[in-house]
């Protein structure tokens, strides 16, 4: 290996001594990458266990109230019907903006329109929350 | 007397003293100006690095005339001392292994590793990807590199420039060009190279996978992340250091909250000035006569090898990531282990988002997008512990 790493002396080696020390190379080097960020790895899980355990215990009452806001994304995504949605408050607004949409779409009057039932699609983004995602990683070149 | 003159004056001309190899060296400078200024390709790399390379091969400028010092014509009293031309100054920064480091403040400074710390397991794909760098050495020793240049060709796939530089200009300063050169490029590559490798590795199943939201990362762990990879990198990899720390101490400067105006500065004005002057230098250092020889073709041959295989090893850790975790890693975010930030985690969700168009895998694909810049850092370190003082 010491020849091996002298440029002087690399020259005198055979192919199959150039191969073993080419080995042993890729060998150490993926090894020690994978060794130290393996460690990293655990260090920065280990962390971060400790600092979200010790922020968790003083934040448990902030906690609790921001907990339905975070379940209310997943509410409307399970199939929300309009007497439900008007129970929220904001739903009539909500129903009222898609109705239009619809009749704007349809070239109809919101009056001919029969809302039954208003479901998404997939998840909790809309085409047009995705497509302007898109666009703005598109747009950014670095 | 007049004609005597006139034909002085022309025998001094660059045009006259043109020779095909730097010839050849100002149509690829050109063709690099286009690219970059008409196809978008790392415009903010390409064309000072082109403009570099177009202005050392016009002859008889001297602006890469190399300094000598009165040391040299002391050893050598056939030499007059000289400062050396206006790049070659510049250069000297690469050369002395400054520039490299000053580089990676900045991108620390621009640096969010808030997925890798939601996401540790990122840490692997961003070791995966390092593949590449280590199967290349091995392909360059065949073609009959030393140990010290085969390093120096590997890092190519490390996929970062800077850490390519760096680990050059320690053990192989006479290859810098083509190395900066290739490397360079080959970023700019990246949506090429990438994606058929990616298609090619995985299933139209596996490419739709969809990845859990990351969670949160505290500004406490943020502040921490920095200062805790330094020590242990540089406990185990003492060469690291440099790149690393430095890396480490730009992001501090963003994470910390009280830092603003250093981080601003690090990552705005110092890095943009430091790219200017490396690129300028970097490109100047592929002058036509050194430049144009069977190795650097060698090189760049080398290169795309180690591109290809660093993009499939980090795919192929991925997708063994996805058994392990019954199916909820997505193998397209592991080619984003070559370092290139941010290209790399644009091309995983790219391709991710071609198969399935409501999915977003790009904050998925920081996470070993950055732990690849870690991890070409520590592949350098290791080469360089094991090739650098000879």
Redesign the interface.
């Known amino acids: 290996m010491e020849r091996f790493a002298d440029p002087e002396m690399i020259q005198g080696l055979s192919s199959s001594e150039l191969v073993q020390g080419a080995l042993i190379t890729t060998l150490m080097g993926m090894g020690t990458t994978f060794v130290v960020l393996t460690l990293l790895w655990a260090i920065i899980a280990f962390v971060s266990n400790i600092i979200n355990k010790s922020e968790g215990k003083p934040q448990g009452p902030t906690a609790a109230p921001t907990a339905p806001t975070a379940s209310s994304p997943s509410a409307p995504a399970a199939a929300q019907t309009t007497s439900a949605s008007a129970a929220t408050g904001t739903g009539t607004e909500l129903i009222a903006v898609i109705a239009a949409a619809i009749a704007a779409l349809e070239g109809t009057s919101p009056n001919h329109l029969i809302i039954r039932k208003i479901s998404r699609v997939s998840g909790n983004s809309t085409p047009w929350s995705r497509a302007g995602a898109s666009e703005i990683i598109d747009s950014r070149k670095f | 007397m007049i004609l005597a003159t006139i034909q002085e004056f022309i025998l001094t001309t660059g045009l006259m003293n043109m020779d095909m190899k730097s010839g050849i060296m100002i149509i690829v400078a050109l063709t690099f100006l286009y690219l970059a200024i008409r196809r ?1 390709f790392e415009p ?1 790399l390409l064309v000072p690095i082109a403009f570099g390379m177009l202005l050392s091969n016009l002859p008889l400028t001297g602006i890469f005339e190399h300094t000598v010092t009165a040391f040299d014509v002391y050893m050598d009293p056939s030499k007059t001392e000289t400062s050396g031309g206006l790049f070659y100054l510049f250069y000297s920064f690469n050369k002395l292994g400054i520039f490299p480091p000053l580089i990676f403040l900045g991108i620390g400074a621009m640096t969010d590793f808030g997925p ?2 939601a996401n ?2 990122s ?2 794909l ?3 990807a ?2 590449g ?3 290349t ?2 392909g360059a ?2 073609l009959g590199f ?3 240049e ?2 120096s060709i590997g890092i190519i796939g490390g996929a970062d420039g800077p850490t390519a530089i760096f680990l050059t200009t320690k053990l192989a300063p006479h290859l810098l060009g083509a190395i900066a050169v290739a490397a360079y490029s080959y970023m700019a590559l990246v949506p090429v190279i990438q994606p058929p490798i990616m298609k090619v590795l995985t299933t139209k199943k596996e490419r739709m996978i969809k990845m859990d939201q990351l969670r949160v ?2 500004q ?2 943020k502040i ?2 920095p200062i ?2 330094t020590v ?2 540089t406990l ?2 003492p060469p690291a250091a440099a790149l690393v720390g430095m890396l480490m101490l730009g992001n501090l400067f963003k994470e910390s909250g009280c830092t603003a105006r250093l981080s601003e500065t690090a990552s705005n004005a110092f890095i943009n000035i430091v790219t200017i002057l490396l690129g300028i230098s970097v490109g100047a250092s592929a002058q036509g006569p050194t430049f144009l020889v069977p190795e650097t073709i060698k090189i760049i041959v080398l290169g795309v090898l180690a591109f290809a295989v660093g993009t499939a090893g980090g795919v192929l850790l991925g997708k063994v990531m996805c058994a392990l975790s019954g199916g909820k890693i997505n193998p397209l975010i592991g080619s984003a282990g070559v370092s290139a ?3 790399a985690a ?1 091309v995983s ?1 790219k391709v991710g ?1 071609a198969e399935n ?2 999915n ?1 895998l ?1 904050m998925h694909a920081m996470g070993p997008n950055v ?1 690849g810049v ?2 070409s850092a ?2 350098a370190g ?2 360089l512990s ?2 650098g003082g ?1």
């Open positions: 978008g903010l890798l710390i540790p397991k840490l692997l961003g070791a995966a390092q593949l760098i280590f199967t050495f091995i020793i065949f030393n140990a010290q085969a390093a990362v505290s406490r762990e921490l992340f805790f990879v242990i990198v185990i990899l930030v941010p290209m644009r969700q988002q168009p409501s977003f790009l732990a870690i991890g520590v592949a290791v080469l094991m090739f000879y």
